[in-house]
């Protein structure tokens, strides 16, 4: 039986499913044991459902039940669907970084999808990685796919004050030191920082990245900031899989989405909300992948001049569900209207200006409206000079303003169990006007490139009052973390960048207006100390981790393996046998 509007006859699925000879039997007849209709195999779009569901991703816990909703609606509209489990990446759970797996979870992803008879694809997100990975991995097969954020916990509360999901971390060792903050206290501020169903409720990394799958259009328009426990998030879901069988029979594939002018509005986005630094490398590695040309410079160029309208830690004070009672991200484009490419087509198939022609805001003291904005340059700034070969960034909008232009003497640390061993011992050399160096936490140098780049600041210092300092790493830092923090660095230490030869003592100029790092040696001493420097050893000799550091590439080519930049396209021309 044939549905309405269906092109059977250019269904991918039916090369699978559609012939009479032996391989038609064999593919239908074992999905049989599910119970399937015949009629289910005769021209169904078949949607495949990418669940990032784990136990041990506590973001993505309840992506079980929200694949449940999908499927209501992909049947609703006609379609097949089936769900398939891809690698999952816990963020608060997995040594020694779930970075060091986005990648081999990018390739689960695209080899699931490809070598399976889909039609269309849901990517089920929450956590930090789980959106990029697997929208890296879709982006290589191509398919019209859309994605459905799991969504934020709802706001918690302790002792009566708001507590971000992510944001309190960084507070700990400063409570531990200052306010006699205990084992009883801690215990009581876990649950109340995570009292829901949900990823981060912060402008943290997962936000970040729901928040740029949305600007992207690989969404329903107003998904990004509903929380995961509201019942409207459950209709969203429902929507999402009505909608994937709509395109797929539109062949809406993410090429067609996934333009050059995409790309910039998620650059533009993602500086008025005050989005993570982990952008740049996931929405590079994506854009590397379906082949849009993006570099380090474009995030600069186009960002750091948006103002920042959103009042969300960790640059503000609010959390998601704030947000989305505010009116959410519709509200942040309509107000952003001419920095935008309006006419970027989105999932619905409308251009992103249409779906929020009718945003309102209601609450200011959450979303600014561009003549007032929290700040009136947001973005992130591309660092140039000795110290960072091709590039470096840092978050200006989280930083302290009175070191956005400092000269400190280096206090150097050449690996997080060197900074770990003595970054409070009493007669470590330091004061609040030192920038903390840190060093081997690149891609290849841990391996993974952590986000540890906001690296604590000495006890003694948070003693006398410190708050912040300049920090400088090839690592990343957490999109819920805030600091004057320099990441990325690159070449990273470990390849033999600048970083590696830095020394304690050593001078560090950061001029962010200037958009410059620099360390303040002679070319010549520079050049001498290249020289002599030796290439650590590798940190593994086999398996994926193997595969990773001979293919990784640095932060600013988006920290994708060599092999997989590019598609190859959803094509398979050999069959079982
Ligand atoms: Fe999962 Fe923050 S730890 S989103």
């Known amino acids: ?47 495949g459902i990418c ?6 991703t506590p973001c993505n816990g309840h992506l079980r039940e929200v694949a449940e909703q999908v499927k209501r609606g992909v049947i609703e509209a006609g379609g097949f669907p089936l769900e398939f489990p891809v690698m ?57 796919t859309i994605v459905v954020p799991g969504g934020p916990m709802l706001n918690g509360r302790f002792r009566g004050e708001t507590i971000g999901s992510g944001s309190f971390n960084w507070m700990i060792k400063e409570k531990q030191t200052n306010e006699a903050f205990g084992a009883d206290d801690m215990r009581e501020a876990e649950i109340c920082a995570a009292r829901s169903i949900g990823h981060c409720n912060t402008m943290g990394t997962a936000s970040t990245m729901a928040v740029m799958s949305e600007a992207l259009g690989l969404t329903l328009p107003g998904i990004a900031s509903i929380p995961a426990a509201d019942s ?29 002018q995409a790309f910039e509005n998620a650059i533009v986005t993602n500086a008025a909300v005050g989005g993570s630094t982990n952008l740049i490398i996931h929405l590079t590695a994506i854009a590397r992948r379906i082949g849009v040309d993006l570099v380090l410079d474009d995030f600069d160029r186009l960002g750091s001049g948006v103002p920042l309208l959103v009042n969300l830690m960790p640059s503000g004070k609010f959390l998601m569900e704030d947000f989305y009672y505010a009116g959410g991200l519709s509200v942040v484009m309509r107000e952003l209207g001419d920095l935008l490419h309006g006419d970027a087509i989105t999932a619905n198939g409308q251009g992103l200006a249409e779906n929020c022609r009718t945003a309102t805001c209601y609450n200011r003291d959450v979303i600014r409206s561009r003549s007032e904005p929290l700040q009136d340059s947001a973005g992130i700034a591309v660092l140039r000079g000795n110290l960072c070969e091709n590039g470096a960034v840092i978050k200006p909008s989280a930083a302290t303003p009175r070191l956005m232009k400092h000269t400190g003497r280096a206090v150097v640390f050449e690996s997080m169990e060197d900074y770990h061993a003595r970054i409070d011992m009493p007669d470590l050399d330091i004061d609040a006007d030192c920038v903390i160096v840190l060093k081997g936490v690149g891609p290849k140098g841990y391996p993974g490139m952590p986000e540890v780049g906001n690296v604590d600041l000495p006890h003694k210092l948070i003693q006398q009052g410190v708050k912040d300092m300049v920090r400088i790493s090839d690592g990343r830092m957490s999109g819920t973390a805030y600091g004057t923090v320099v990441l990325h660095v690159s070449p990273e230490s470990t390849v033999g960048g600048t970083l590696a030869v830095v020394q304690d003592g050593d001078l560090i100029t950061l001029d962010v207006e200037a958009r410059l790092l620099r360390l303040e040696i002679t070319d010549e001493e520079l050049a001498r100390r290249k020289e002599a420097w030796v290439a650590p050893p590798p940190r593994a000799t086999r398996g994926w981790v193997r595969v ?29 046998h």
């Open 88 to 144: 999952s990446l816990g963020e608060t759970i997995m040594r020694p970084t779930t970075m060091l797996f986005r990648n081999l979870a990018s390739m689960d992803t695209e080899e699931s999808i490809r070598a399976n008879p889909l039609d269309g694809i849901v990517l089920l997100t929450g956590c930090d990685k789980t959106t990029p990975s697997t929208i890296m991995g879709a982006c290589s097969v191509d398919l019209p």
């Open 548 to 576: 990773y550091l001979d293919h990784v590439e640095q932060a600013e080519l988006g920290a994708d393996l060599d092999i997989l930049t590019g598609k190859s396209g959803s094509t398979v021309d050999r069959d079982l």
């Open 51 to 56: 669940n990032t569901w784990s136990d041990l």
């Open 232 to 260: 409207r998030k459950r209709v969203m879901q429902q929507l999402s899989g009505r909608r994937i069988v709509e395109m797929v029979r539109e062949d809406l594939t993410m090429s067609k989405i996934l333009t050059r």
């Open 1 to 47: 039986m044939q549905e309405k509007n269906s092109k059977p006859q250019q269904l991918r699925s039916q090369e699978w499913f559609g012939g009479n000879d032996k391989m038609g039997f064999v593919h239908r007849s074992w999905m049989r044991n599910q119970g399937y209709p015949d009629d289910y195999f005769r021209g169904k779009p078949v949607i």
